[in-house]
């Protein structure tokens, strides 16, 4: 090619028209560059797209109007009943030849009041907090709670008591004082004393307690009147501070006029002056100054030794011939190892009962709750009044500088008459559902499943959900049960009413009845599920590259349906959201996701 190009250079040389000729073979050559550049490029950007689809890979990981099945997350609560063999996650799935095995037990509950208080009494200092007696009927984490006093205390000082021999004069407007570090626990200050007196006639001396790390003022004391006489001069606190522990504090003073303010020797800066202030409006003295003398200055105070609560909460019950009591409290505090007391007032005795009666319990309670139950079966009658009034008595203490909240979630006597001829049954699960990812308005209404089988052919179940709103337990459905396993499925009705803040549905099944047969329950599945007003998507990008997501397609047989998305997902992310507009179609089908880039991830759902 080139030595073509030569020879007509050569022939143009000779050629009068060998300009023009020039112009056409270099703009022939510049056309071809660009041609070839954009054949390169072209070829390196389907590369780069080919590069970047290989990157990017999503898979679908839930597609469906319904979500997952919430199971219980713990052993069931057996009012009634025993478990005679499985635990809670043997009702997890169902036909897995494992299963949880209940029978009935004998009915001592069958005459059965349960008696929550009606009233409470607040004894010593004991401060009430938050809440009422109606958050004593269930165990729901809803309290009543009270605060506690200082109950005994001692009084102590710290700073300087000696009497000093050297003094410094302190004029108006200035603050003196000494470097002192409080006790080891919380204190209250009650006063300043001083060691001084006034140089001619009587002086006003206010005392004023400063943090040392920032030199803040803590608390001011009432003004002081002196005199010329020299002796220890006691100032008080209108609102009495409360003081860190193993904290520094300055103590220190501010006269109307001059003044002699005696001390000791001190170490290295623990004396502080401030010759720049005001009597009328002390102000914080941060540039204070110093010297070595240990003013004659200490703070007298309380520390507390104990703290406690005591209330009486007081009931009723009908009169009649009972058997036993089951007392029954859930409780906490907010500090840990508090000593909590239960006394049933004895009304024989005419006090409450002490350790070692039946009507005496203890328990050590801390921040989390904490159910303590007594069963009393003897002597029932000494724990009633002849009007069926009953009064139970709690006191909190423990040995602490620091003020804790006594709360109770749950009081309750049960007053039940023995019949050993009769079985009954009830258990209760907590189903813990992940409501709060989902608006209300897409919820349409909650499922509840079971797989159960009978060891005879004459038991009703009764299914139970505790309603947040009135309290109650609410029936919900009857089951009648076979000896043979079979499904039954539940609509919860109204389900905003059963879910509390944490998503949790508290769900009981009961029999419908004591009777004579003592009958075994096979519980195989019990679980919850939420049904959408459309579809519960779930996309996780398992690639390397951020991923567009730009269509969904529901495909089976009849219907070929694309629904438009624009949603991006990071690496490692994943999409959880409601689709409200997408058909849900019958039987099987195919859902396949698609990205910008073309890729393409597809789910078989039967």
């Not at 729901?140 to 605060?147: K, S």
């Not at 623990?270 to 009597?279: A, I, K, L, R, V």
């Not at 009931?315 to 036993?324: D, E, H, K, M, P």
Request: charged letters at 20%.
């Amino acid at each position: 090619m080139l030595e073509a190009i030569i020879g007509h250079l050569k022939k143009l040389y000779k050629d009068k028209r060998g300009v023009s000729n020039v112009l056409v073979i270099m703009l022939g050559l510049i056309l071809i560059t660009i041609a070839v550049a954009n054949v390169v490029l072209w070829n390196y950007q389907m590369n780069q797209l080919d590069w970047e689809k290989a990157q990017e890979k999503i898979e679908i990981t839930y597609f469906s109007d319904k979500s997952p099945w919430f199971n219980s997350n713990a052993e069931y609560i057996l009012e009634m009943g025993q478990c005679i063999s499985g635990t809670y996650e043997d009702t997890w799935h169902p036909k897995d030849n494992a299963y949880q095995t209940f029978v009935e037990e004998s009915d001592i509950n069958n005459a059965l009041i349960s008696a929550s208080p009606s009233e409470y009494m607040i004894l010593g200092s004991t401060r009430y907090i938050d809440g009422s007696v109606d958050d004593l009927k269930d165990d729901d984490n809803i309290y009543l709670t009270f605060g506690s006093y200082s109950s005994e205390s001692l009084t102590g000082i710290f700073g300087n008591s000696a009497n000093g021999t050297g003094y410094t004069s302190v004029l108006r407007n200035q603050m003196y004082g000494s470097l002192f570090v409080s006790p080891s626990a919380y204190i209250t200050a009650k006063s300043i004393s001083f060691f001084g007196c006034s140089s001619v006639g009587t002086r006003n001396v206010k005392c004023m307690i400063v943090r040392h790390i920032d030199m803040q003022i803590i608390a001011i004391t009432e003004p002081l009147s002196i005199s010329t006489t020299l002796q220890w001069w006691t100032a008080t606190f209108s609102s009495p501070p409360t003081l860190e522990p193993n904290t520094e504090y300055v103590l220190m003073i501010i006269p109307n006029n001059h003044i002699k303010f005696y001390y000791t020797d001190g170490f290295a800066n623990q004396g502080h002056y401030d010759t720049s202030n005001n009597y009328n409006s002390p102000s914080n003295p941060t540039d204070s100054q110093h010297n070595d003398y240990q003013y004659c200055i200490y703070c007298t105070y309380e520390m507390d030794l104990e703290h406690r609560v005591e209330i009486e909460f007081r009931g009723n019950v009908t009169l009649a011939s009972w058997t036993q009591i089951t007392l029954a409290v859930d409780s906490s505090s907010t500090s840990d190892t508090v000593t909590a007391v239960f006394q049933l007032y004895d009304y024989q005795a005419g006090r409450y009962s002490e350790v070692g009666e039946d009507g005496y319990a203890s328990s050590i309670i801390g921040t989390n709750d904490f159910l303590l139950t007594k069963n009393i079966t003897s002597n029932i009658n000494r724990y009633i009044d002849y009007n069926g009034e009953w009064r139970l008595k709690v006191t909190c203490v423990k040995s602490t500088s620091t003020s804790f909240n006594f709360k109770a979630d749950l009081i309750e006597l049960k007053f039940s008459i023995q019949n050993d001829s009769d079985f009954t049954l009830s258990i209760i699960g907590e189903f813990t559902a992940n409501i709060r990812n989902f608006l209300p308005s897409s919820i349409r209404f909650i499922n509840v499943s079971l797989r159960v089988k009978a060891s005879d052919n004459f038991e009703a179940l009764i299914l139970k959900a505790y309603n947040q709103i009135s309290r109650q337990r609410d029936i919900i459905a009857q089951i009648d049960i076979s000896s043979a396993f079979k499904y039954y499925n539940v609509t919860l009705p109204d389900w905003q009413n059963y879910i509390d803040n944490n998503g949790t549905l508290k769900l009981i099944i009961t029999d419908s009845g004591p009777d004579a047969t003592q009958t075994t329950i096979y519980l195989d599945f019990f679980g919850v599920q939420i049904i959408f007003n459309g579809v519960l998507v779930s996309i996780r990008n398992i690639g390397v590259t951020t991923v567009h997501i730009v269509s969904i397609w529901v495909i089976n047989a009849t219907h070929h349906i694309r629904y438009e998305e624009n949603r991006f997902l990071n690496s490692g992310e994943t999409a959880y959201y409601i689709r409200e507009d997408i058909y849900w179609p019958k039987g099987i089908y195919m859902v396949k996701v698609t990205t910008g880039a073309g890729n393409i991830a597809v789910s078989l759902i039967k």
